[in-house]
């Protein structure tokens, strides 16, 4: 059931990030009263109020470092933004004074009044999130096209982890509307009554250990997205994984599965390089992965879970596979940046963590010069070094875990390694060294935190300093 917010609700709000400028402006819309909390204390009040939409800049209380116990004492719930942990001293107060604490998805599913569609899973959900909105927005338009003059037309909100708050358009839905979410286990975490129709869990690798602690406890907060949902509700899964095949025992909603290494008696599949769906073991042939733009198995994967979401959505398939055609890759992610010299170079910035970077390994079909480390998550990286496969010519280091990289990778038997400081500097070197016809390609493994403010400019650099090479008359590059 829908919490119901209004102007009697004390609602705190932790973070001034984009989750928490979106929650202020939903709050604001539903006549809450609303205590905004930046834990920084060297934050300036003027500057949090500036992010905000300027409807939402006199609303409420900005507290800046610790809450003083009067405000304490007048919350009835807590929205936090990602970031922030479940495990806070601050969250312990609260959770044990028995006030709810919501994600900000849990917060903007509160005012949801049409349909959602919502992605999880360690890797690809950005490129399965953007592929299903797509998919749903020229269904959309095709519906809309066909309603008289004056009916409400259906819409599209493409939203969560992907980088637009949910909160800040769910108060714009309506009953012909589909919010195509993104959620990450950290967003999982505070969810109560979120429901989607149909859900999607990737894949579940090692990430973010050093916030869930463990495998099992990071494994059951991506299985949260199916909480609240019933056999009415459909749950797309990965064949694949072995905890989603045992997860699909166990899962409320109806199961619908892809795999890229086998045949499904019901389910979606990649039967050599053509995409099938099976249906009681009678087979259809919907696509030749040749005639898309994305490359790579973990591709073949986001785009068969892009097809079972949205087919189960109502879309005929004629349109997905319209639309699955002319899709191009997502930015960050095995985007071909350019070439120099007879070099093509890569940004895989989005690849934060082993299991991704493996995919981008995997995509190479070229001796590659390969950019890895950063921020150290806790993860291990021996699954990783063993994807080189031959294909990586030198392993090129930065960041935090550069030691503990190299480390592991001498320990497969891999030795062409070099460090670096800087970025500009690592870049310089694998432009010298890469020769006509290898690939460089940056695919860290590592979250960018450190060095760059967030994956988004890590891969911006790169893909700069490519045209920059480029512009200086070394060869040509990508636009």
């Keep these: 059931m829908q919490h119901i917010i209004d102007e009697k609700e004390v609602v705190l709000v932790v973070g001034t990030g984009l989750s928490g400028v979106g929650a202020v402006h939903l709050l604001h819309r539903m006549g809450a009263q609303i205590i905004l909390l930046e834990q920084n204390a060297d934050a300036k009040e003027q500057d949090i109020r500036n992010k905000l939409e300027p409807d939402d800049r006199a609303c409420g209380t900005v507290v800046i470092g610790e809450l003083p116990q009067e405000l304490r004492e007048r919350i009835t719930l807590a929205v936090l933004s990602p970031a922030v942990p479940m495990d806070i001293p601050l969250v312990e107060d609260l959770r044990g004074r028995g006030i709810p604490i919501f994600s900000e998805i849990e917060l903007a599913y509160c005012a949801e009044k049409g349909t959602v569609l919502g992605i999880t899973g360690t890797n690809g959900k950005t490129t399965t999130t953007t592929l299903t909105g797509e998919i749903m927005k020229a269904y959309t338009a095709r519906l809309g096209a066909e309603l008289p003059e004056g009916a409400e037309k259906p819409e599209v909100f493409v939203v969560g982890n992907i980088g637009f708050s949910y909160a800040a358009v769910a108060d714009r839905t309506h009953e012909k509307s589909f919010s195509v979410a993104e959620i990450s286990s950290f967003q999982l975490e505070g969810i109560h009554a979120f429901r989607p129709a149909v859900s999607a869990i990737l894949n579940i690798t090692p990430d ?16 949260r997205i199916t909480l609240n949902q019933t056999r009415d509700d459909v749950c797309v899964l990965n064949y694949e994984d072995a905890a989603l095949r045992d997860f699909a025992q166990v899962c409320p909603a109806s199961v619908v599965f892809f795999s890229s290494a ?9 039967r050599g390089e053509t995409i099938c769906r099976a249906r009681d073991g009678k087979v259809t042939e919907l696509m030749n992965i040749h005639d898309m733009h994305l490359v790579g198995i973990c591709n073949v994967e986001n785009v068969m879970a892009a097809m079972a979401v949205t087919e189960a959505a109502g879309v005929p398939m004629d349109l997905i596979l319209e639309v699955i055609r002319d899709f191009p890759p997502v930015e960050h992610r095995i985007e071909y940046s350019g070439t120099v010299r007879g070099v093509d170079y890569y940004n895989d910035s989005k690849a934060t963590n082993p299991d991704a970077a493996i995919q981008g390994i995997r995509a190479m079909s070229r001796p590659t010069i390969l950019i890895g ?3 150290d998550k806790k993860n291990t990286y021996d699954e990783w070094i063993e994807a080189f496969d031959g294909k990586v010519r030198e392993l090129v280091l930065i960041g935090q875990t550069k030691e503990a990289i190299a480390e592991c990778a001498r320990r497969h038997g891999f030795t062409a390694i070099t460090f670096w400081d800087t970025f500009e500097e690592c870049l310089q070197h694998c432009s010298e060294i890469a020769r006509e016809g290898e690939a460089v390609l940056l695919s860290p493994a590592c ?3 450190g060095m760059f403010p967030n994956y988004e400019e890590r891969g911006r650099q790169f893909k700069e300093f490519v045209k920059r090479i480029g512009a200086e008359g070394c060869g040509t590059s990508a636009d």
């Design 373 to 375: 480390g950063g921020y």
């Design 262 to 270: 086998h045949t499904l008696e019901n389910g979606y599949f990649l």
């Design 208 to 223: 973010h250990l050093n916030r869930h602690g463990t495998m099992e406890n990071y494994t059951a907060i991506k299985e």
């Design 447 to 449: 979250a960018s935190w």
